[in-house]
C-alpha cells in the first residue's frame, strides 16, 4: 500500500520562487475514487525550495538536435560557440583565397597549350593520285574517305589536301576556274562535305590548298575581264602591247616562271594580260580592293563548310610594280634579247613587293573571324619558299603584335644541294637561328613539286630522313607515300614521276584503282613498296615511321622540349630533346654519309656511360645498351639515344647559342603538370 502511494505521490515545488517539476506523470490506472481518504491524510505536505530560475533553467537547458530558433540563439552568444564559429568562418575564407591564387598562378605559370597544327604530323594528299573510288584511274574524295583509316594508322590527325576546284588542270590544277566548286574528276561538293564529316568523326583536322594570285583564263571572272564588263574590267592586269606581222611587243622584259615571256595577247580586249605562270594562268589584280573582297568571300565560304585551315601559295606573286620597269639582268652582259628563263633576272619588281603582307595579314583577320570557337582555331600556312632569302621568309611570321601565318613552310631540307652531316646541320640551324623568338617551326621533306626523298637522295636514308622529320621541333609535313619509302616513276616519259599513284598493295595496279589503267603508271617497285606488306614487317618503312609518331606525342621532351646540336661532321647529326624538370633525355644520332664511330662522352660533360637504344632504323638494336664512348653508325643509319641525366645540355655553358625551344614549358613530377617559370 505505501509502495502503490509512493508511485502515485507527485512532486511539487511552490509557485513562490520554484519550479514545478513535471517529470512525473500519475498512473494512468489510479482511481481517485477507490483512493483511501486515511492516507491521504498520511501524505507529505509540499515543501517549498528558494531557487535562482536563471541558474536552474540554465542547468536544465542544453543543446540537442532540432532545437527552435529561440533556444538556438540562447547559446550562440556563448563564447564557446562564438569563438568556434569565428574561426571556422575565417578558415573558409582562407581556403577560398588560397585556391583562387593557386588557380590564378596555375593559369600565369602553364605554358600555352599545343594547338592541334602543333601537335600532330600533317599528312599531304594529292588527291589525283591517292585512291580510285570509281575506276575512272583519277583518285577522289570518295577515295580518300576510303582511306582514312590509313591516316589513323599513322597517328596522324591533320590532313592537308592539295588543290581540287574546279579547274581546266593546266598546272595540275592550280589555276581554278570555279573557286566554289569541286572538279568532277575528283567528285561533287556532297562528296566533299561526307569527306569533311568522316575526317571530323574521327578527330581529325582537314587543311585546303588555296592559291589567290591567279585563275584559270576559264572563269568567268576573265571572261568578262577581257570584255570590259562593269566592275570586272581591272579584275585583271592589262597592259597595251603592239602587234604586228604575227608577233607582240609586251611591255617590258618580265619573264614567268615557267619562261618566257610573262604577257600574252589577247584577240578579244586587244591588250596583253600578265600572268607569272601559264599563259592559262591571267594574274588577278589585287590592287583593286574588290579582288580581295573576292578572295576574302572565297576563304569564308569553305570555312563555313567546315575545313579547318588553308595553305597559302604563290603570295609573293600577288603584287607587281605599277611601273612596269624592265627587271635587272643577272648577267649585265647577256643580249636582253635572249632572255627567256625565269632564273635570268632579278625579281625585284613581280614579287615581294610593298603591301603584299598587308593583303595576307587581312586573309588571316578573316579567318580568326571563324576562329572565336574553343577547339576550332582556323590554320594559316603561306608558302614563302624565298631559297636566297631567309629573312623574307621569316616575315610571313608576321610581328609581334601583327599575326600573319602560323608558319611558311619550310623546305630547307628539300632544296639541299647535297647530303651529309653537315648540310643537314645547317638547313635545321638557317631556320631555326633566324626564326622570330616565340614562333612555331616546321620541316617539309617531300612535296608535289619535288623528287621524293628515295629519288633524291638515295632510298638508303629514307628511314633516317623520316627519324629526323619526326624528332626535330615543330610540325613534321609528310607527303603521301613517303612514310612507305615510295620512289619517282623511273620513266622519261612520265612527266610528273614523283606524283605516281599511292601503292596499297600487290594487287594490279598497287590496288590504287580497280579499273584497267590509272593516270600515271604506277611504280614497278610496288609489289615490296606498299601498305599492307609493310604492315607485316617488323622492320619496314611504315612501321618506323608509324614507332617514331608513337615516340613523338608520347614523349614531352620530342614534343616541346629544348634541342640542342651536339655534334655535326660529313656524316652524322646528333642532337638531343629535353625538357626542364625531367631528367630524361634523348639523344638522336643520325647518320648521312658513311660508317661512323663519334665519341660522345668527350663532346658533352657529364653523359651518362651508357645510354639505351630507344629506336633504331634496325628494329632489332631497340632495346640495347651503347656505350657512349663508341656509338657506331652505319650509313643511314638513326639511333634514338634515351638517358638519364641531373644536368641537362641547354644548361651547360659549352652550348649556349647552340639551343633552342619554340613553346617553353617545365615539368613538375610532384604536381604532374607544365609550367614555364623555370
Not at 530560475?53 to 538536435?65: G, R, S, T
Not at 594528299?125 to 591517292?130: E, H, K, L, T
Not at 646540336?565 to 643520325?590: A, C, Q, T
Request: hydrophobic letters at 40%; one cysteine or more.
Amino acid at each position: 500500500m505505501v509502495e502503490e502511494e509512493a508511485k502515485s505521490l507527485p512532486m511539487e515545488l511552490s509557485e513562490k520562487g520554484g519550479v514545478e517539476n513535471n517529470g512525473f506523470v500519475h498512473n494512468e490506472a489510479f482511481d481517485d475514487k477507490e483512493m483511501d481518504t486515511s492516507s491521504q491524510e498520511e501524505m507529505p505536505k509540499p515543501h517549498v525550495v528558494d531557487a535562482d530560475p536563471a541558474a536552474i533553467e540554465e542547468l536544465l537547458l542544453k543543446p540537442y538536435a532540432g532545437m527552435p530558433k529561440e533556444v538556438l540563439l540562447k547559446f550562440s552568444s556563448q563564447a564557446q560557440y562564438r569563438l568556434t564559429r569565428e574561426i571556422l568562418f575565417w578558415l573558409i575564407i582562407a581556403a577560398a583565397v588560397v585556391l583562387v591564387c593557386a588557380t590564378i598562378a596555375i593559369i600565369a605559370l602553364s605554358p600555352k597549350c599545343l594547338d592541334w597544327w602543333q601537335a600532330s604530323p600533317i599528312y599531304q594528299i594529292y588527291p589525283r593520285s591517292f585512291k580510285d573510288s570509281n575506276m575512272d584511274g583519277n583518285g577522289d574524295l570518295k577515295g580518300i574517305q576510303e582511306k582514312l583509316d590509313h591516316i589513323m594508322y599513322l597517328n596522324i590527325k591533320t590532313i592537308w589536301i592539295t588543290s581540287f576546284y574546279k579547274s581546266p588542270l593546266k598546272d595540275l590544277g592550280y589555276g581554278a576556274e570555279d573557286f566554289y566548286d569541286i572538279d568532277p574528276m575528283f567528285g561533287s561538293m556532297s562528296d566533299f562535305e561526307n569527306l569533311l564529316a568522316a575526317i571530323h568523326d574521327r578527330g581529325l583536322k582537314v587543311i585546303m590548298d588555296l592559291i589567290p594570285n591567279h585563275t584559270s583564263d576559264k572563269h568567268r571572272w576573265f571572261q568578262l575581264s577581257r570584255n570590259r564588263t562593269g566592275k570586272y574590267t581591272d579584275y585583271y592586269i592589262w597592259q597595251d602591247c603592239t602587234q604586228a606581222a604575227g608577233s607582240v611587243t609586251p611591255p617590258n622584259n618580265w619573264v614567268s616562271v615557267f619562261g618566257n615571256s610573262s604577257w600574252q595577247f589577247d584577240d578579244v580586249r586587244k591588250q596583253c594580260y600578265f600572268h607569272q605562270f601559264g599563259k592559262e594562268q591571267p594574274d588577278l589584280n589585287f590592287r583593286n580592293l574588290a579582288v580581295q573582297q573576292e578572295i576574302h568571300d572565297i576563304i569564308k565560304f569553305w570555312l563555313g563548310k567546315g575545313i579547318d585551315g588553308f595553305s597559302f601559295s604563290a603570295v609573293k606573286f600577288l603584287l607587281e610594280a605599277t611601273h612596269l620597269r624592265d627587271e635587272p639582268q643577272v648577267n649585265k652582259s647577256q643580249n636582253p634579247e635572249s632572255i627567256t628563263a625565269y632564273s635570268q633576272l632579278y625579281h625585284d619588281y613581280t614579287t615581294m613587293q610593298v603591301g603584299m603582307h598587308d593583303i595576307i595579314r587581312s586573309f588571316r583577320q578573316t579567318m580568326n573571324q571563324f576562329s572565336s570557337e574553343p577547339g576550332r582555331y582556323r590554320f594559316m600556312g603561306s608558302g614563302g619558299d624565298e631559297k636566297e632569302d631567309v629573312e623574307a621568309t621569316m616575315m610571313y611570321y608576321g610581328a609581334t603584335f601583327i599575326q600573319e601565318a602560323d608558319f611558311p613552310f619550310n623546305f630547307n631540307l628539300i632544296n639541299m644541294k647535297n647530303l651529309s652531316g653537315n648540310s643537314i646541320f645547317e638547313a635545321v640551324n638557317l631556320w631555326m637561328k633566324n626564326m622570330p623568338a616565340g614562333k612555331w617551326p616546321n620541316w617539309v621533306v617531300g612535296s608535289p613539286n619535288a623528287a621524293r626523298i628515295s629519288s633524291r637522295i638515295g632510298k638508303e636514308y629514307i628511314n633516317v630522313m623520316n627519324m629526323l622529320l619526326l624528332t626535330l621541333p615543330g610540325t613534321p609535313v609528310t607527303y603521301y607515300g613517303e612514310e612507305i619509302g615510295m620512289e619517282n616513276i623511273a620513266s622519261e616519259n612520265v612527266t610528273f614521276p614523283e606524283k605516281s599513284p599511292m601503292q596499297w598493295n600487290g594487287k594490279v595496279n598497287a590496288g590504287f584503282t580497280e579499273g584497267n589503267s590509272s593516270w600515271l603508271p604506277v611504280n614497278s617497285d610496288y609489289q615490296s613498296v606498299n601498305v599492307e606488306i609493310q604492315m607485316t614487317w617488323s622492320n619496314s618503312t611504315l612501321n618506323l615511321y608509324r614507332e617514331l609518331t608513337l615516340l613523338r606525342n608520347s614523349e614531352l621532351p620530342i614534343h616541346r622540349g629544348w634541342t640542342c646540336y651536339i655534334w655535326n661532321d660529313s656524316n652524322v647529326f646528333v642532337y638531343v630533346r629535353e625538357l626542364d624538370g625531367l631528367d630524361r633525355v634523348f639523344m638522336m644520332v643520325l647518320n648521312f654519309g658513311q660508317e661512323s664511330t663519334i665519341d660522345l662522352r668527350t663532346i658533352v660533360p657529364n653523359l651518362p656511360s651508357e645510354a639505351i637504344i630507344r629506336l633504331s632504323t634496325n628494329f632489332s638494336n631497340a632495346g640495347k645498351a651503347v656505350n657512349t664512348k663508341l656509338i657506331k653508325t652505319e650509313t643511314g643509319e638513326g639511333l634514338v639515344l634515351e638517358y638519364k641525366t641531373a644536368k641537362p645540355v641547354h644548361t651547360m655553358e659549352a652550348f649556349q647559342g647552340k639551343c633552342f625551344v619554340a613553346e617553353k614549358a617545365c615539368y613538375s613530377s610532384a604536381f604532374n603538370l607544365l609550367y614555364v617559370n623555370c
